[in-house]
Nanobody, 124 residues
Framework: QVHLVESGGGLVQAGGSLRLSCAAS????????VGWFRQAPGKEREFVAG????????AYGDFVKGRFTISRDNAKNTVYLQMNSLKPEDTAVYYC?????????????????WGQGTQVTVSS
């Protein structure tokens, strides 16, 4: 079992930055991949970024276009999502998730553990 807690969301103006954190506890928490997803009202949950347990492999959703960076600090059992050049269309609840086994994917259904989410609101 892995328990995930997101933090760092908030209200920011367009063009601004936020850093989200995903703190993990439970099983030897360094040995898991993590994905970040987001969900806006009335829309499906969307893959934002993923990172392998070592941090050596990462992937991003097409809309990111170099604006976001995922990273992790296994000593702190925390995964980060640095978001720059934010746009109003980035407004959503952001979730981190971990699969019970295997590496990250872009499919929300492949993940077994989810955090409660953190709201990101970007004003124009």
């Amino acid at each position: 079992q892995v328990h995930l807690v997101e933090s760092g969301g908030g209200l920011v103006q367009a063009g601004g930055s936020l850093r989200l954190s995903c703190a993990a506890s439970g099983r030897p928490s360094a040995r898991y991949s993590v994905g970040w997803f987001r969900q806006a009202p009335g829309k499906e949950r969307e893959f934002v970024a993923g990172i392998s347990w070592s941090g050596s492999n990462t992937a991003y959703g097409d809309f990111v276009k170099g604006r976001f960076t995922i990273s992790r600090d296994n000593a702190k059992n925390t995964v980060y999502l640095q978001m720059n050049s934010l746009k109003p269309e980035d407004t959503a609840v952001y979730y981190c998730a971990a699969p019970a086994r295997g590496t990250y994917t872009s499919r929300a259904t492949d993940y077994d553990y989810w955090g409660q989410g953190t709201q990101v609101t970007v004003s124009s």
